[in-house]
């Protein structure tokens, strides 16, 4: 079976793009999959342009080959755009080869271990981050609703983040949300690489009493190494890896045990191929997955069945109930029920794209937020 054509869809969801990306077969098979890197999608879809002469004529069922010819193929090792490109092109072709064989692509995996897959929402704060009133009634609701998880992210002041001041809100944002929705509700609190050492030290430790399912990306990713710092100053259970490219990037988390949790980008990190090398490096480490997962419904499907077949498995990202987001674009979206994502039973991903649907919204031109501190200098959102 060969590979005929390589088609980058970026669309327009409402507040950002998504960028799905369809491989074709000349056996009429075609899959689809979806890129990460949000607000740099012109730049992967020139990857995906490089990409398409080293694919035409090629046999679409031999991932692992095609995998390396894309990630080594350069010359220079892929990183970030180039593996976004990569995640989309690796995911439809497993929904290709799923497809093929007439299986849900966990049965490729070596079939379910578990028969549903829990995962958290993003709860919405106030403009006002001393307010907690606003954050404790959206997870009052989360939970009326059956989700076992609430998550939200470490508080700014409008476009101003100043460390000291979104610690002492986020400890009592999360000692608020506690005492509101007692010890049955998992919390998650995203820190989102704004914090240096110190701080993300002081902010872990005064969350201990709390008992957070995770503390996520406590620091930024350039240099891991900071997590040997971190680690044995808190014991709060850590989570890391979201903007990581490739196996070789989680390779001190994972064999040094700085983390709890890994936040791999299915959409980033290279697809299926390379996610499910770093989930059995985990699972040798006791390190379980909570796959970072803020796209669109693509990304949803896939993460779906990847989870379905790990064993170290944690809990998944889901910003919002499938079937909420592009449901003209994205067919036979996974069900969500009373928290958690149910088994698929059609072939490949399990759901349909439809190419006409996704032009009817057109790229935009947009960018991600920007912070900054209060003496003016950029600090990451």
């Given at each position: 079976?060969?590979?005929t054509?390589?088609?980058?869809?970026?669309?327009?969801?409402?507040h950002?793009?998504?960028?799905?990306?369809?491989?074709?077969?000349?056996?009429?098979?075609?899959?689809?999959?979806?890129?990460?890197?949000?607000?740099?999608?012109?730049?992967?879809i020139?990857?995906?342009?490089?990409?398409r002469?080293?694919?035409?004529?090629?046999?679409?069922?031999?991932?692992?080959?095609?995998?390396?010819?894309?990630?080594?193929?350069?010359?220079?090792?892929?990183?970030?755009?180039?593996?976004?490109?990569?995640?989309?092109?690796?995911?439809?072709?497993?929904?290709?080869k799923?497809?093929?064989?007439?299986?849900?692509?966990?049965q490729?995996?070596?079939?379910?271990?578990?028969?549903?897959?829990?995962?958290?929402?993003?709860?919405?704060?106030?403009g006002?981050?001393?307010d907690?009133?606003?954050?404790?009634?959206?997870c009052r609701?989360?939970?009326?609703?059956?989700?076992?998880?609430v998550?939200?992210?470490?508080?700014?002041?409008?476009?101003?983040?100043?460390?000291?001041?979104?610690?002492?809100?986020?400890?009592?944002?999360?000692?608020?949300?506690?005492?509101?929705?007692?010890?049955?509700?998992?919390?998650?609190?995203?820190?989102?690489?704004?914090?240096?050492?110190?701080?993300?030290?002081?902010?872990?430790?005064?969350l201990?009493?709390?008992?957070p399912?995770?503390?996520e990306?406590?620091?930024?990713?350039?240099n891991?190494?900071?997590?040997?710092?971190?680690?044995?100053?808190?014991?709060v259970?850590?989570?890391?890896?979201?903007q990581?490219?490739?196996k070789?990037e989680?390779r001190?988390?994972?064999?040094?045990?700085?983390?709890?949790?890994?936040?791999?980008?299915?959409?980033?990190?290279?697809?299926?191929?390379e996610?499910?090398?770093?989930?059995?490096?985990?699972?040798?480490?006791?390190?379980?997955?909570?796959?970072?997962?803020?796209?669109?419904p693509?990304?949803?499907?896939?993460?779906?069945?990847?989870?379905l077949?790990?064993?170290?498995?944690?809990?998944q990202?889901?910003?919002?109930?499938?079937?909420t987001?592009?449901?003209?674009?994205?067919?036979?979206?996974p069900?969500?029920?009373d928290?958690?994502?149910?088994?698929?039973?059609?072939?490949?991903?399990?759901?349909?794209?439809?190419?006409?649907?996704?032009?009817?919204?057109p790229?935009?031109?947009?960018?991600?937020?920007?912070?900054?501190?209060l003496?003016?200098?950029?600090?990451?959102?």
């Amino acid at each position: 079976m060969k590979i005929t054509g390589i088609e980058a869809y970026p669309v327009w969801g409402g507040h950002r793009n998504f960028l799905f990306v369809v491989v074709d077969t000349d056996e009429g098979i075609s899959g689809v999959g979806e890129a990460g890197i949000t607000g740099r999608e012109l730049a992967v879809i020139s990857a995906i342009d490089h990409f398409r002469p080293l694919l035409i004529g090629q046999d679409a069922m031999r991932t692992e080959h095609l995998w390396q010819v894309l990630f080594r193929g350069g010359f220079f090792p892929a990183q970030r755009i180039l593996t976004a490109a990569i995640s989309a092109i690796d995911i439809a072709l497993w929904d290709i080869k799923g497809k093929a064989l007439g299986v849900p692509i966990y049965q490729l995996f070596g079939g379910r271990v578990r028969d549903r897959v829990v995962c958290y929402p993003h709860n919405q704060l106030s403009g006002d981050a001393d307010d907690v009133a606003p954050l404790v009634e959206s997870c009052r609701q989360t939970a009326a609703e059956g989700w076992k998880f609430v998550r939200w992210g470490l508080p700014q002041q409008g476009e101003i983040l100043e460390p000291a001041r979104a610690v002492r809100a986020a400890i009592r944002q999360m000692q608020a949300v506690r005492e509101a929705l007692g010890d049955e509700i998992e919390i998650t609190l995203d820190v989102h690489t704004r914090l240096d050492l110190p701080d993300a030290v002081w902010l872990c430790q005064e969350l201990e009493p709390f008992h957070p399912y995770f503390i996520e990306d406590p620091l930024r990713s350039e240099n891991p190494d900071s997590f040997k710092t971190l680690r044995p100053r808190t014991r709060v259970p850590l989570a890391a890896g979201e903007q990581f490219s490739s196996k070789w990037e989680f390779r001190q988390l994972i064999e040094e045990e700085w983390i709890d949790y890994a936040r791999i980008d299915l959409c980033i990190i290279g697809g299926f191929t390379e996610a499910r090398k770093i989930a059995g490096w985990c699972e040798t480490h006791y390190i379980k997955l909570a796959l970072h997962n803020p796209l669109g419904p693509v990304s949803t499907a896939a993460c779906l069945q990847l989870n379905l077949a790990t064993p170290n498995f944690g809990v998944q990202e889901q910003p919002a109930r499938p079937g909420t987001v592009l449901t003209d674009v994205v067919l036979d979206q996974p069900e969500w029920q009373d928290g958690y994502l149910l088994p698929p039973e059609r072939p490949g991903l399990g759901i349909e794209f439809d190419r006409e649907a996704a032009k009817r919204y057109p790229f935009r031109q947009a960018e991600l937020p920007q912070l900054r501190r209060l003496d003016g200098s950029f600090t990451n959102w």
